[in-house]
């Protein structure tokens, strides 16, 4: 057999087997140097095209209801420019009925004025030629710069592929002396993520400070004008907030049905300005028990009072979040970047300490406030799938180790499995440097490429042992040498280890372009066929000295 010759030629030539060593060491350090070159890059699950996504907007606190609503219908009349966009829904002044994503963002807490959520239906998939994200990404920048009005924050919302976070990366600020310290230091934060060219919708989740007008009754002057106090609160509640005024009595409803009654168009101000709002109360009359009209204006003090801002905590420590979205990115890459311009700008004003893992602490050299940052959001739940995958990858390692230990009694031989298995690495990363490369998106290393790659473990340790066994029957049953035998096993069993080979990559490839198991099909497309490599020449190279010990 050709095989069986060219393998014993390998084995019986010291440069021939230092060269197959060679080759696989290269092509093991190519394969990690893909990593810190970003050729392959990391992330939990890539985007997910789906047939909807939000958008969610929020202008600076006291705004009015007509200035969100100018910002909305803006955005609105963009977005129906594009073909691919079926129907839209806008909610103002409250969150739009909860998903998946908006579990955790928050929605059903908004009741402000100065916010908006629109929700954007799309066609599906069939019918579009682009990818839900590459839509969204490419809607972003347009929107965001024709509809900012107000210094409006325009936000994009995708359904997550993952489990739901508040963002992509969110930033925790924690400590300082007051919240406006805090929410300064949250600036620096957010300022130094807005640098980094593939993060988007950057926010501060923290009020700023802005001046309310609070209605204070002169009860001297209500007096002398004869006017109901009571009738006057009313008023003023009608105006401005509206009641309940009545109940209607149905025999087919079982409760009573409540009459609420507001003012039309008095609750809506011009703008946030004093003067709007004193031109409102000019509008306003009251009937004295003399029966003469008095103006609420001249009944009521006008107090300018600057809103308390709203406190945020997490397991009862005051924090601030500042969070991003990636776009078309891993969270990790423009995170790195952004940390390490922390690190260069911000030490002339504080201590940096670095914590655990990216998370750092800043000491004011002035003020001596301490300020912790702890990231979170979906990079965190990355970071950690990564490390509890690393962990069972690890583990299932030495597992297979022991195991090859107890049965053939030879750390060696153990090794030399154990390290075969591992090299199949090479074709996890190649495969998906190929996928990159075929693909129009960035094809990533995911959570289930991990998966992939641990499974491989036992199918790479499996054909190892074929080997090995073979070979040690042939020189016992057919006396002959140890690299004879190796060969002729090797070539032997090729035929069923490249069938076990095509079955896996055949199987595999039906959900290589999936877009949650596609990195499982590809590392296991990859990983196996480099494994029918490793069995046919590494393994053979690797154990042809070890083999006589166990015989």
């Not at 080979?501 to 490839?509: C, D, E, G, K, P």
């Amino acid at each position: 057999m050709k095989l069986e010759k060219f393998i014993y030629n390998i084995l019986q030539s010291k440069t021939k087997s230092y060269l197959v060593y060679l080759i696989t060491f290269i092509l093991f350090v190519l394969s990690v140097l893909t990593f810190p070159t970003h050729i392959t890059k990391a992330k939990m699950l890539p985007s997910k095209d789906s047939d909807t996504f939000s958008i969610y907007v929020d202008l600076k606190d006291g705004s009015s209801l007509s200035q969100t609503k100018e910002v909305t219908q803006c955005i609105v009349k963009n977005l129906q420019k594009d073909e691919n966009i079926t129907n839209i829904s806008a909610f103002l002044g409250e969150g739009q009925p909860l998903d998946f994503a908006a579990l955790v963002k928050q929605s059903a807490l908004k009741d402000k004025e100065s916010q908006a959520e629109i929700m954007v239906n799309i066609k599906k998939a069939k019918d579009r030629d682009i990818t839900s994200y590459n839509l969204v990404s490419q809607l972003r920048k347009n929107v965001q710069e024709k509809c900012a009005l107000y210094n409006a924050n325009i936000k994009f919302i995708e359904l997550p592929a993952g489990p739901p976070v508040l963002a992509s990366i969110v930033s925790e600020i924690y400590g300082g002396n007051s919240f406006e310290s805090r929410r300064d230091f949250a600036l620096k934060i957010a300022q130094i993520l807005k640098h980094q060219t593939t993060l988007v919708d950057i926010d501060v989740l923290a009020d700023d400070d802005f001046i309310m007008y609070e209605l204070e009754v002169d009860n001297s002057k209500v007096i002398m004008s004869k006017v109901d106090l009571d009738q006057l609160k009313n008023i003023l509640y009608l105006a401005f907030e509206g009641m309940n005024v009545a109940v209607v009595n149905n025999k087919n409803i079982q409760s009573q049905i409540p009459v609420f009654l507001r003012l039309d168009d008095s609750r809506t101000l011009k703008d946030s300005s004093k003067e709007a709002l004193i031109a409102k109360l000019e509008n306003l009359k009251l009937m004295n028990k003399d029966g003469n009209m008095i103006n609420i204006s001249e009944l009521v003090k006008i107090n300018e009072i600057i809103k308390e801002p709203t406190i945020t905590s997490k397991n009862l420590n005051l924090m601030i979040n500042v969070i991003a979205e990636t776009s078309k990115d891993s969270q990790i890459y423009p995170l790195l970047n952004a940390r390490d311009e922390m690190l260069d700008t911000l030490n002339n004003d504080y201590e940096v300490i670095k914590t655990n893992l990216l998370n750092l602490s800043f000491i004011d050299k002035k003020t001596k406030e301490r300020f912790d940052l702890v990231f979170d959001g979906e990079l965190k739940v990355t970071i950690d799938t990564f490390i509890d995958l690393g962990g069972a990858f690890i583990i299932a390692l030495v597992l297979i180790f022991f195991l090859m230990v107890m049965y053939y009694k030879s750390f060696a031989i153990s090794g030399g499995i154990v390290l075969s298995s591992f090299i199949s690495i090479i074709g996890v990363i190649f495969a998906h440097v190929i996928m990159d490369l075929i693909t129009p998106d960035t094809f990533y290393l995911t959570a289930t490429s991990l998966i992939g790659f641990i499974g491989l473990i036992g199918i790479n340790s499996r054909n190892s042992t074929l080997i090995i066994d073979f070979s040690k029957q042939l020189v016992i049953e057919k006396n002959l040498t140890i690299n004879e035998a190796i060969a002729k096993a090797t070539a032997t069993r090729s035929k069923p280890i490249i069938l076990t080979v095509l079955t896996m990559v055949f199987a595999s490839a039906l959900i290589a372009n999936d877009a949650v198991f596609g990195g499982l099909g590809v590392a296991l497309i990859g990983g196996t066929l480099i494994s029918y490599v490793v069995s046919m020449f590494f393994v053979p190279v690797i154990i042809k000295n070890q083999l006589k010990k166990i015989l």
